[in-house]
């Protein structure tokens, strides 16, 4: 791992902060670093409130959106709320739909079939729309792209708003309305919002022309909180204020087919890190390896007993998605071995007989053993589909663009993208890839990264810095937990490795003149050696709340040793 000291932030910025808000350096410093510079920053930081959201109008569309789906519900059209299969898709579609019915019952919802239609908007969706009498289609999560299908749907009279968050192409579709704060036109304040995040906007703006406020819409946030968890989107901003409302309803009034996910979870109150492990793997595996629209019959269910059997479905989809990815991992590693593709930039697998509803979760498997820009391809129809994921700071969407006179079709983020192409492209695809990654990436991206925070001893480390930083979540991208590096640590002796093989460091540290903490590092069993004979290390860590037969301390969570 490569251990990067973030730079230290302006002394008069953490001055001011430690005298404004009465805290030490370490805190201020922490702040500063997330761009907190003044009382009313740090107090909108850590008092997040509902008024913090941006008015939805200010989105490019959004009068055209609301105009047209008003006009629908006046006129009793029938709407079809169309969605992609995976969490972000599914707790969109789940979201709109339940709002609708609130306001009229000629409402529908559509998940396109994973392995028949692929994904985003289908030809398939829009006939389903026109066989059934359907006028409107609101599209979430995704369409940004679907500028013939849009075309399509136009010509049978269907008419369509979108709302997504990915990266336009060179054109927009011809919709009613795009909703899309990543357009180069839209001028909204805050672009990192993610597809069910769009959709709240859009509900946010129709409740607001219905007279009601934000306060009404509280029921809904469990859903967009559980779709910024799964997304992966920058925790910031106003994601940062829906995702704190949200876990809030998780934890103290979640709907209905959430609530029935969480009754096996041993857990008072749930973290956005508890959402991504938890919650968000069972919705997404409905869509993995059945159909989506189980996810989204779940999480619009009312009646106890109906959506827990609903969720005992969906946990035995979980159990076969986790089966199916182990295998596929192995297999992966396996042929990366056969082909001697160790040494290369890239990681580039193909199997036609993969499980397409694990391939991106394979791909995020194989870069913790080789840390590189990966994709993971198998056979869908008579194209190879893949699912792609990148290292930090690695824009693996800018580097498939590089490539796309191979690719038929692709879409997605900086670290995380899909694409279809023909058979016969595939190994010129490869050896094209191969070489835009190895001409454009920075070769120290190649080794694992660990950004710290501070330096500081474990003499700072107490339950006023440890309340004070919990305040800080919810964690994610840009806003990470903080993360430490405190050099000259002795074990005390009771250091060992624990776990199935060995794998975790369990640890007793200190410092000289400080009290001892216990630690332990997850996968680092290997460097127990380093800690042997109370020889000296330094560490890299989080701090950590430890339960233990009802005692409560703290603890390090440890990232790396040397």
């Not at 609101?138 to 299908?149: E, F, M, P």
């Not at 795009?178 to 357009?183: E, G, I, Q, T």
């Not at 002796?493 to 540290?509: F, P, Q, R, S, T």
Request: proline share 3%.
């Amino acid at each position: 791992m490569r251990w990067t000291l973030k730079p230290k932030p302006s002394i008069d910025i953490t001055n001011h902060l430690k005298e404004v808000l009465q805290i030490e350096d370490t805190i201020a410093s922490l702040l500063a670093q997330r761009g907190i510079e003044t009382f009313e920053a740090a107090k909108d930081f850590f008092r997040p409130s509902l008024s913090h959201l941006h008015e939805p109008f200010l989105m490019k569309d959004m009068d055209l959106a609301v105009q047209r789906v008003e006009k629908a519900l006046t006129n009793n059209e029938n709407i079809l709320v169309y969605g992609d299969y995976d969490v972000d898709g599914t707790t969109s579609v789940a979201l709109m739909s339940s709002y609708l019915k609130t306001r009229s019952q000629n409402i529908a919802t559509y998940i396109p079939d994973r392995y028949e239609e692929g994904y985003g908007v289908s030809y398939q969706g829009i006939d389903f729309a026109e066989d059934n009498g359907f006028s409107l289609i609101i599209a979430l999560d995704c369409g940004i792209k679907a500028i013939d299908k849009v075309a399509y749907a136009k010509d049978k009279g269907v008419d369509f708003v979108i709302c997504d968050h990915h990266r336009p192409g060179d054109a927009i579709p011809n919709a009613v309305a795009v909703l899309d704060p990543k357009r180069i036109d839209c001028d909204y304040p805050y672009k990192e919002l993610c597809g069910c995040g769009v959709g709240f906007k859009l509900i946010q703006a129709l409740a607001e022309r219905d007279g009601n406020t934000i306060d009404d819409l509280t029921e809904y946030l469990d859903l967009v909180a559980t779709a910024i968890a799964a997304d992966i989107v920058p925790i910031t901003g106003e994601n940062r204020v829906l995702a704190y409302f949200g876990l809030q309803v998780i934890n103290e009034a979640p709907r209905t087919g959430i609530q029935t996910i969480l009754q096996q979870v041993k857990k008072d109150t749930l973290t956005i890190t508890d959402v991504v492990f938890t919650i968000a793997p069972r919705i997404n595996a409905a869509g993995r390896m059945k159909h989506g629209n189980h996810a989204v019959t779940l999480l619009t269910e009312t009646d106890f007993n109906l959506a827990a059997s609903y969720a005992s479905e969906i946990e035995e989809f979980n159990s076969d998605r986790r089966e199916a990815d182990k295998r596929i991992t192995e297999e992966a590693l396996q042929q990366i071995l056969d082909n001697e593709e160790q040494e290369r930039y890239t990681t580039v697998v193909y199997d036609a007989s993969w499980h397409k509803g694990v391939i991106g979760i394979v791909a995020s498997r194989l870069t913790e053993t080789y840390y590189r820009p990966t994709l993971v391809f198998t056979k869908s129809g008579d194209k190879l589909a893949a699912s792609a994921r990148s290292v930090s700071g690695f824009d693996v969407y800018n580097a498939l663009e590089a490539c796309s006179e191979h690719i038929e079709q692709f879409g997605g983020h900086k670290y995380a993208a899909g694409l279809t192409l023909k058979e016969e492209n595939y190994e010129t695809f490869k050896a094209a890839f191969e070489a835009v990654v190895k001409r454009t990436i920075d070769k120290r991206l190649l080794t694992p990264e660990v950004k710290i925070d501070a330096q500081i001893g474990l003499k700072d480390i107490d339950q006023r810095l440890w309340r004070i930083m919990s305040q800080f979540a919810p964690f994610g991208p840009g806003n990470m937990t903080p993360i430490f590096m405190t050099e000259g640590l002795t074990d005390s002796g009771y250091g060992k490795c624990v776990g199935e093989d060995d794998k975790h460091l369990k640890v007793n540290v200190y410092q000289q003149g400080s009290e001892k903490f216990s630690g332990i590092g997850f996968g680092l069993g290997s460097k127990v050696n380093l800690i042997k004979d109370r020889q000296r290390f330094d560490a890299v860590y989080s701090i950590d709340e430890n339960h233990w037969n009802g005692n409560v301390s703290l603890q390090l969570k440890l990232r790396d040793i040397k």
